[in-house]
C-alpha cells in the first residue's frame, strides 16, 4: 500500500506525460491551471485543468457497491499556439492533437490504474484576432476506489 490516493496517482502519470510531451514538441510550458477558459501568456503551451470528481452513475447503478466506488473526472488538456492563419495552422493543430491523445490513450501505467479513459472531445479556439489559438482535448477518466482505502483500486 503505498498511501497515495488512486486519483493523484492517475494524475502523476498524466502530469509526466504532459511535462514529456511539452519537452519533446518544444512548448514554452507545461503546467496545471485552474481556468481552462483563460488566455496563455506563453506559446506554445500545454496546459490541464482537473475538473471535480463525482460519481459515475452509468448503467442505471449509484457508482457505488459493497467494496467501494466507480469514480470518475474531467480532465482537459490545452494546447496554446501562438496563432497564425487558419489555413497554416491547423494542420499543425490537429498532429499536436493526435500527437496528445497517442500518449494519453496508450499508455499501460494508466489504464492499470484507472479502469478506462474516455474520449469526449476536441474543441479548436481562436485568439481575440481571430488567429487558430489551439485545441482543448477533455477526457473522463474514471476509476473505482475501495471503501475507507482511498489508495487502493479494486
Known amino acids: 500500500m503505498n498511501n497515495i490516493p488512486v486519483i493523484d496517482q492517475i494524475l502523476a502519470v498524466l502530469q509526466d506525460h504532459c511535462k514529456e510531451l511539452a519537452a519533446a514538441l518544444q512548448f514554452r510550458q507545461a503546467a496545471e491551471i485552474n481556468d481552462i477558459g483563460e488566455a496563455s501568456a506563453v506559446f506554445p503551451a500545454l496546459h490541464w485543468q482537473v475538473d471535480d470528481e463525482i460519481r459515475n452513475t ?81 477526457y473522463h477518466i474514471t476509476y473505482r476506489r475501495r471503501r475507507a482505502q482511498p489508495d487502493i483500486s479494486y
Open 58 to 138: 452509468e448503467n442505471n447503478t449509484d457508482g457505488e457497491d459493497i467494496r467501494g466506488f466507480t469514480l470518475q473526472f474531467p480532465i482537459h488538456f490545452k494546447i496554446t499556439t501562438a496563432g497564425g492563419r487558419k489555413c497554416q495552422l491547423m494542420p499543425e493543430v490537429r498532429r499536436l492533437v493526435a500527437v496528445l491523445q497517442e500518449k494519453i490513450e496508450a499508455d499501460p501505467t494508466l489504464q492499470n490504474t484507472a479502469l478506462w479513459t474516455e474520449y469526449i472531445s476536441t474543441r479548436f479556439f481562436l485568439h481575440d484576432g481571430g488567429a487558430v489559438g489551439g485545441a482543448i482535448v477533455t
